[in-house]
C-alpha cells in the first residue's frame, strides 16, 4: 500500500486559510503530522534528537549535490501529534531547497501567517523555534562546508 504523502505548503497555506475555527486547523496539523513518511528507528539517535523542544523530536538531513548546489532534505518524527504536524509543516516548507535558501527562509513568519503563534502553548512555540534553528543551522554547516 503506498504511504500517503506530505502535503505541498502552497496547500497547507491555503487549507489553513480555509479553516475558520481553530479546532479545525488544530486537527489539520494533526492530520499532517498522519501524513509523514515513517521515521526509521536507526534514525533515532542523539544526533538527531532536537534539544529544546519539550516532546522528543528528531530530524533527519540528507545533502545531495544537484547542479552544483546543496539541497538538504529533512525527516522528522514526534513522540507529540501536534508536534509531529509541526515537523510536517517545517518539512513542506524547507525540505528539497538548496541550503542558501533554507539558510535565508523565516519559517517563523510563516508560523505566526498560520496562526498558530496565538494558539499554541510557549512550550510548543519555543519546541517550532528549536526545530526551525535546528534545519537552519544544517543549512548554513552545509555551507561552510560547500565554501
Not at 545533502?63 to 501529534?81: I, M
Request: proline share 7%; glycine share 6%; aromatic share 6%.
Amino acid at each position: 500500500m503506498p504511504q500517503p504523502q506530505p502535503a505541498p505548503i502552497t496547500d497547507i497555506i491555503e487549507n489553513f486559510s480555509l479553516l475558520e475555527e481553530w479546532d479545525d486547523r488544530y486537527r489539520y496539523v494533526i492530520e499532517l503530522g498522519r501524513k509523514l513518511p515513517p521515521f526509521p528507528e536507526v534514525q533515532r539517535t542523539d544526533a538527531n534528537k532536537v534539544q529544546g523542544c519539550v516532546s522528543q523530536v528528531w530530524l533527519a538531513t540528507a545533502v545531495e549535490q544537484r547542479d552544483g548546489q546543496p539541497f538538504l532534505t529533512f525527516a522528522g518524527d514526534s513522540d507529540a501529534h501536534i508536534v509531529r504536524g509541526l515537523v510536517a509543516i517545517l518539512i513542506a516548507l524547507l525540505s528539497g531547497r538548496t541550503a542558501s535558501e533554507i539558510a535565508g527562509e523565516d519559517p517563523v513568519t510563516l508560523f505566526e501567517q498560520l496562526g498558530l503563534g496565538e494558539h499554541l502553548t510557549p512550550q510548543r512555540s519555543n519546541g517550532f523555534r528549536s526545530m526551525v534553528a535546528r534545519m537552519r543551522a544544517d543549512a548554513h554547516a552545509t555551507l561552510a562546508k560547500a565554501a
